[in-house]
Structures are given as C-alpha cells and as structure tokens.
C-alpha cells in the first residue's frame, strides 16, 4: 500500500526551516514508530512556488498494523510534534497506486527527484497521459506514474488541490 500526504509548515516559519525540522526531528521520530516499508519526504525547492512545502510518501506491508500504531499512543507523540511546525489544517492525505514504467534511480545526478502534479476530472488516467508516461520512460530511467485513488473527505484548499481532493 502507498500513500502520500501534503504538509504545509505554520505561517511563522520559513519553508526551510520547516523542511529542516522535518528532517532532523519529525521525520527519525515516524521512523521510530510506524512500521513503514519506505518514507520518502519531497521538499518543494528553494524558489518554487506551491501551496504546500513538502510531499511525503509513504509505504507500508501492513495497513492494520499502521492504523494501530497511528491510533495508539504513537499517534499522538506524531501529532504533538506536527503541532510544532505544520499547519494540522491543511495536511492532506491520499491513497494511490503506483504503477513503475521504467527502472532505475529516481533522482537526477544532484539527488533531486522530480515529481509532476496533474489534476483532471474523471475516474481513470485518460489514454493521452498514459502513452504521454510511457513514451517519457521509454527515455527516462526512475519513471512512476501515481494515481490517487481517494482522498481524505474533508475539504482542503492549497495541497489538497495539488493531490487532487
């Protein structure tokens, strides 16, 4: 199962000290309590302009098991220290499926991996996209194409937009 969610930092931060909290705390203190398959955070970068500052994803063999972990007292060690830096409000959660195109790294030779965000009406990848994604991996190793399969029923501007709610 794979999920991802949005975070946007509180108004009194600069994004990269949000992103370096982040990093430094929040994010050795999830690995410290959720049975995650793999975490990878993706900051916006310095100078771009988004609604939200960093995309997290999240992997995971066992979804009872995180719901559990999520519910019990470490999920309330998590929102604690979310409290300290992202605006709680404005976290938004998906679920997706993740389908790889093309093997291999998925960040350039600087490290940076790139992610683009498309939103449309409709229930499924229109054809277009999808032979658009193929034909990209066809030249690009680390291609993924990522659908959100639902998103968290509260309504949520800025990020929420961005995955689609």
């Known amino acids: 199962m794979k999920s991802v969610c949005a ?4 108004p009194d931060l600069s994004r990269a000290d949000f992103q370096d909290y982040y990093e430094m705390h929040h994010a050795p203190l999830a690995v410290a309590h959720f049975p995650f398959r793999a975490y990878v955070r993706n900051h916006v970068l310095p100078g771009q302009r988004a609604s939200f500052d960093t995309i997290s994803e999240f992997w995971a063999n066992d979804l009872t098991r995180l719901t559990a972990v999520r519910e019990g007292p470490a999920g309330a060690i998590m929102a604690a220290d979310e409290a300290r830096f992202m605006d709680r409000a ?6 997706m499926v993740s389908t790889i195109l093309s093997a291999g790294a998925q960040t350039d030779a600087q490290g940076v991996r790139w992610m683009l965000l498309l939103r449309w009406s409709g ?8 032979s658009w994604a193929q034909a990209l991996a066809a030249r690009q190793p680390g291609v993924t194409l990522d659908v959100i399969l639902a998103v968290s029923r509260r309504h949520i501007p800025g990020p929420g937009a961005a995955l689609g709610a």
């Open 123 to 130: 229930e499924s990848v229109p054809s277009t996209l999808q």
């Open 90 to 95: 404005r976290i938004a959660p998906a679920r």
């Open 7 to 10: 975070f946007t930092r509180k």
